[in-house]
């Protein structure tokens, strides 16, 4: 089954302790990304990669790194998470062949709360 | 730079009711665009998606016509169901500014179908 998985899928944390989201997909897909999800704002592009070892920032890089060693996993990593770090978090995957090359296929999501 | 307008609602039917859900878009290029829907709890599902001017959209009953002349891609549904209840995104994917696949997101309409 084609699937996409965040971990965890709930964290409350403290503001300065380093975090790691974890995403993982067995599609094969070379492009992966991650959003935030506020209300009222819909969701805003973090940090996309294209293929291993290839990433750039998105819309809303600030306080955000990621890393692409393997093709499958991209996690996303919050080295100082701050308050304003509280969202829900998705993570997104995309084929780049031929038919269904447009469509993005999303986790779960993670909720994350920065006391 | 790439947007999308969507009505905010939130959208209260009854069943069998008829859904409109408009949505507008700038965008520099020749964007797909794109419905995803978000059931309670859960992550972005896609619902619908046309490539290119005059493309209709179809899933589940829902309906979608890309139009150039007006940039719209409006959301209709003849008879909405209890199970409809979400929140619909409106989305657009334009590659003609650069390789980054990322979807630019309108702010959601939170749909409720009460019996």
């Known amino acids: 089954e084609a699937q996409v998985t965040q971990n965890p899928r709930y964290l409350i944390t403290v503001t300065g302790k380093k975090l790691t989201v974890t995403c993982s997909q067995n599609?094969?897909?070379?492009?992966m990304s991650w959003y935030r999800q506020d209300p009222g704002l819909g969701l805003r592009q973090i940090y996309y990669s294209m293929n291993v070892e290839v990433t750039d920032k998105g819309d809303v890089p600030e306080g955000y790194k990621v890393s692409r060693k393997e093709k499958r996993n991209f996690p996303l990593i919050l080295e100082s998470p701050s308050p304003n770090q509280t969202s829900l978090y998705f993570c997104?995957?995309?084929?780049w062949g031929a038919g269904d090359f447009d469509t993005q296929y999303f986790g779960p999501g993670t909720r994350l709360t920065v006391l | 730079g790439n947007s999308v307008t969507q009505m905010e609602g939130p959208v209260t039917l009854s069943e069998e009711a008829f859904l409109t859900i408009n949505c507008t878009y700038t965008?520099?290029?020749?964007?797909?665009l794109f419905w995803y829907v978000q059931y309670p709890g859960e992550g972005l599902q896609l619902l619908l998606k046309a490539t290119k001017a005059d493309d209709k959209g179809s899933n589940k009953g829902f309906e979608a016509t890309y139009r150039k002349e007006t940039t719209s891609f409006h959301l209709e549904k003849g008879s909405v169901q209890v199970s409809d209840s979400a929140v619909y995104f409106c989305?657009?994917?334009?590659?003609?500014?650069?390789?980054?696949?990322?979807?630019?997101f309108g702010k959601g309409t939170l749909l409720t179908v009460n019996p």
């Open positions: 997104a995957t995309q084929f």
């Open positions: 989305a657009l994917s334009d590659l003609s500014g650069g390789s980054n696949y990322k979807l630019t």
């Open positions: 965008a520099t290029g020749y964007p797909s």
């Open positions: 599609m094969n897909h070379e492009y």
